[in-house]
């Protein structure tokens, strides 16, 4: 098994176990590459990939250019904010216009959740999806349970405690898809008006205290509270959320063991996570940054590789 | 399928030697001089001959490393399936230094155009030499040709050439095997 199941990445939902340990095994050859001092190799010298960003993006969008140049394909960047999307072009004419200029793959994030799916239905180049609305972000969840078995070795049989904002969280849906398919137990916590009503189908155990999560896991994923995605109050105040839902030290050290900490970025310190932990030794934050590009070449370069010469 | 054996054991051992002692005539202490072996069926012939120049011929500190092409084949996306990736391990800069290639089977020549390419990344080498312990003749497909080879081979295109170590394949030997 040398090949990727499926032509695009639209969600971790899409693809197989098998799909995710062969990821994992090319971003392992790449994360040697990236830490070389020549960082670049010419795998990908004959494609052209479009990042078209309809949303707001430094981290992911910076991730997939820094990848999609070490692997020496062309790239062209799009911003939703400085183009005729405004003036009312819909999405498939957009994407279609920027495909005529002969794009092999589209890097594409976007506020409505299932962007992704619609535009592979309408069009030939391979997809990946950089985050669709509250649905989405496969990349994200691939390269967090990339970090997850670098510290500890393997993600089968952990548990992962994901905390937060849950209800308008791509990187939890993706998460939790990715850590079951790799055999984790996940759990979710969060003030109950932020936690989905249907999260326990999907097999999720539920926990609103957040001492007690901490207890029960190997890892603590923090999720950032999006206040941009909320339309109505969901808690009193941001005091009280970091009150009950806020990682601290105090509460890291009342713990009987050591867990590790994550958080996807960008981080509101001194609300969901204080400094001194996120600064701290447990907290894995920036080389789940620098496992990003890994993730992400690898993504693109398995991708590639299935695009058929003869179509181009 | 058919097969015929081309080296048994004991010629396997007479190429491994005569190999090191070449390698010894230009390279004499190795003081500026690193090995590396191209991934994946390189790296058993590299091993194999930093031994015998440890053990048998008493020169110490050999540097050796492994080279992975994947990523700098000139193949990608013209073959059916994905071609997987070995591990890189290039411990050391090859800037100034003079390097050998050592590669199983020299066939088209494209995997040494794509080591030449890689090699790149760690460094500008004094010069680059190429061993090769098989050397498949009339089959090139590009001006590469070896400096040191243990046996030159006249095979025909369906024809394969695969050279068999004890720590992997259980036996020294070389087979021609034709489809």
Redesign the interface.
Known sequence: M??LSVKHLLGIKYITEADIHLIFE?AD?FK??IN???K?????R?ITIANLFFENSTRTRLSFELAEKR?SADVVNFSASSSSVKKGETLVDTVNNILSMKVDMVVMRHPNPGAGVFLSKHINASIINAGDGAHEHPTQALLDTYSIREKLGDVAGKNVVIVGDILHSRVALSNIFALQKLGANVKVCGPKTLLPKYIESLGVGVETNLQKALQWCDVANMLRVQNERMDISYFPTTREYTQQFGLNKQLLDSLDKEIVVMHPGPINRGVEITSDVADSKQAIILNQVENGVAIRMAVL??L????D?NED | MSQKVLLNATEVKIALHRLACQLIENHDTFSNTVLIGIQPRGVFLAERIKSLLETDYKIKNIQLGYL?I????DD???ND?????S??KVNFLVEGKRVVFIDDVLYTGRSIRAAL??V????RPSEIELLTFIDRRFSRHLPIQPDYRGRQVDAINNEKVKVCWQENDGEDAVYLINN
């Not at chain 1, 670049?40 to 990908?44: E, F, H, I, R, Y």
Request: net charge positive; hydrophobic share 30%; aromatic share 12%.
């Open positions: 040398s090949e090319t050859h040697e590459v070389r001092s020549i670049k190799v010419p795998s990908l004959d692997l370069y398995l590639a590789s299935k695009i010469r | 992975d994947t990523f700098y084949r990608f996306r013209r399936k994905t071609i997987e990736a591990k890189t390419t890689a790149q990344s760690f460094g």
